[in-house]
């Protein structure tokens, strides 16, 4: 009996300390405030399965249960020195303890913004929802990845933020009073947050609302919450097959755009050319950059009394051709009057000196919409692109590849701009009916955050069967072929990573 009580013991320990090791339990909700106890109190299941497994042993080999109960004894006392001894003193790492400091130094927030992008120099996706947040009212700060990311917020001060290198450090960049976690982008390193702190919502926002793949990856299913601008945004998901259950959308205008000058100003003076980055794999390549110097030249023969301003997109620069396409582009602005962007000039600052803007599929198109002004949009190469997929498209003067109609475009976007009417629909259908300077929806759904419960997570298992299987049905709708095929070596990182969306789905049984 006494063999079969201590096995039992054991094999409790054995599941109980794999569970505390892994965070599964985490130690830290054991109501034991000392750090070294708390070490202590992790390891003790393990000891006592030594302990069991010993006295298990010798009560086997001798059959006698003092005999056992020594062995138990002297296996005891040097498993706690053991456990005293590694677990050290109190001291915790500078780096540990200098994160800690950093987070008790908060204003006790609500909202936490982690970001990482190891591409950009500075963190504009961040930079860009600055205001609105602070508009809120709501406390919040950023938690950032790359360290040349947090060195720009301590020396620019426009936001607070703390810098977890690794994985191990999201435990300790977490303030307390954090309800939810926002996102800009689709970086790899997000997948660690979301997988460290289930317990909170995880809201993805993006930095841009466009028709482009990474506006409608799969991997935003992992959110518990996704902000759109409006209906478009939504749609977007179905529109290209990913599915996410409507009520994890929430609409929320775009908040950088409420304070533009809508409406036409007279006739044209000044003209933005603010072409995409070239973009790392085919999904992507919508950019028009490689052809700039001609569109630039075109545009100057066409209006020769408008000013083009060229506005390149921040990860142009680290194009190994920028620099060639650089001293083209500097060429033929000198050559028509026109001027390269001041480096500090934001793109909503650019959109509100344009009276016309120039620019391919990405988010520039729909933030434009807004302003109710025309706008040329350059489709790019060896796609066969529909209304379907790309709504936006109908609001803009689209100029084939080959740019065998940019003439033409041009004369209509400074004369009679025949697309006032489809422009004004389409508007409506991004932002919503509402938008306007007036628009709260953003403050509103940043504080109904700030006082969210934790653990609201809404999977598809909360939906029933036959409203998914209809909703599925209706987020595959017959398209024409895409014409070009991929590879697996040119499919972009969201393309790779349903695996993941699988996993974790079934560790919040979605699955």
């Known amino acids: 009996m006494l063999i079969i009580i201590l096995a039992a013991v054991t094999l409790v320990s054995s599941v109980v300390s794999p569970l505390l090791f892994q965070r599964r339990i985490p130690v830290s909700t054991l109501c034991i405030p000392d750090p070294r106890a708390r070490r202590i109190a992790a390891a003790l299941p393990w000891a006592l399965a030594l302990v069991c497994a010993s006295a298990a042993g010798a009560a086997w080999f001798v059959q006698s249960v003092p005999l056992a109960a020594m062995a138990a004894l002297c296996t005891t006392v040097p498993a706690i020195i053991a ?20 987070v008790a130094g908060l204003d006790a927030p609500s909202i936490a913004f982690h970001f990482s992008d190891a591409g950009l120099e500075t963190p504009t996706h961040v930079d860009m929802w600055i205001d609105a947040l602070d508009a809120s009212g709501v406390s919040w700060y950023v938690i950032c990845r790359e360290k040349r990311h947090h060195d720009w917020f301590r020396k620019t001060g426009r936001a607070k933020s703390v810098h977890a290198a690794d994985r191990s450090a999201l435990r300790w960049a977490v303030a307390p009073g954090v309800r939810a976690i926002l996102y800009a982008n689709n970086a790899q390193k997000n997948r660690e947050m979301l997988e460290e702190r289930e317990d909170l919502v995880h809201v993805q926002m993006l930095h841009g609302d466009s028709d482009k793949p990474p506006s409608y990856s799969p991997l935003t299913r992992n959110f518990d919450q996704v902000f759109v601008s409006g209906q478009m945004g939504e749609d977007r998901y179905a529109r290209n097959g990913v599915f996410i259950p409507p009520s994890k959308f929430v609409h929320v205008g775009r908040p950088q755009s409420a304070l533009m000058q809508r409406g036409k ?25 490689e052809r700039a110097a001609e569109i630039i030249e075109r545009f100057g023969e066409c209006a020769p009394g408008v000013t083009l301003i060229f506005k390149p ?59 109710d002004r025309p706008q040329i949009l350059f489709l790019p190469e060896g796609f066969e692109l529909d209304e379907l997929r790309y709504p936006s498209l109908a609001a803009a003067g689209q100029v084939d590849p080959d740019l065998s109609n940019l003439d033409a475009k041009i004369f ?16 409506e259908y991004a932002f919503g009916a509402d938008a306007g300077s007036e628009d709260s929806r953003f403050s509103e759904a940043i504080r109904a955050l700030a006082c969210a419960p934790t653990m609201a997570i809404l999977s598809e298992s909360d939906l029933d069967q036959e409203t998914l299987k209809e909703a599925h049905r209706c987020s595959t709708p017959k398209r024409k072929a895409a014409p070009r095929r991929q590879n697996a070596k040119n499919r972009s990182p969201a393309a790779k990573s349903a695996r993941l969306i699988r996993l974790r789905a079934k560790r919040r049984g979605a699955v």
């Not at 070239?278 to 028009?288: A, H, I, P």
């Not at 190994?320 to 793109?347: H, N, Y």
């Open 265 to 289: 100003r007279g006739p044209v003076k000044t003209a933005v050319y603010m072409p995409t980055w070239l973009g790392q794999y085919e999904d992507t390549k919508f950019s028009s950059l």
């Open 83 to 102: 456990l005293t001894v590694t677990s050290g003193p109190t001291r915790i790492p500078a780096s540990v303890q200098d994160l800690q400091d950093a």
């Open 412 to 427: 209509d976007a400074i004369g009679p701009d025949r697309l006032a009417d489809p422009r004004k629909e389409m508007r």
């Open 313 to 371: 997109h921040p990860l142009s620069f680290k194009h190994p051709s920028w620099p060639r396409i650089e001293k083209d582009v500097r060429a033929a602005l000198r050559k028509f009057g026109g001027e390269f962007a001041a480096q500090d000039l934001t793109a909503f600052e650019a959109y509100e000196m344009a009276d016309v803007l120039l620019t391919d599929i990405s988010s520039t198109v729909i933030d434009f919409l807004f302003t």
